[in-house]
């Protein structure tokens, strides 16, 4: 069974014209992880000082790449938006340390 990670453009809402194919995986786990660091990239990228972590999630609504999977496997979930608002002050941590290592 294969798993295909496609990605859509949360500023083209619905527009399938503007989904893309990231890959194709051979198990539910390495599909998870690509959406995962997908979406974990867009938010590091969206992030700017003094952000808080609803304004990020704002940004990664209005603007981010919002990655699913596509297969037989019903048991296999990700649900981009759950993910990343669950993400937000972790990254805002992980971007306030790094730049404090600096």
Do not use: W
């Not at 990605?7 to 995986?25: A, I, K, P, Q, T």
């Not at 990228?45 to 790449?65: A, H, K």
């Amino acid at each position: 069974m294969k798993y295909q990670v496609f990605v859509d453009d949360n500023f083209h809402y619905m527009d399938e014209s503007e989904r893309c194919l990231h890959g194709e995986f051979d198990s539910a786990d390495q599909a998870i992880t690509a959406c995962k660091k997908i979406v974990d990239e867009c938010l590091e990228n969206s992030y700017q000082p003094n952000m808080t972590s609803e304004q990020l999630y704002e940004s990664y609504v209005g603007f981010g790449d919002d990655p699913f999977i596509k297969s037989e496997d019903a048991s296999c979930n990700f649900h981009a938006r759950a993910y990343a608002k669950a993400q937000c002050q972790l990254v805002i941590d992980r971007m306030l340390s790094d730049h404090k290592s600096k």
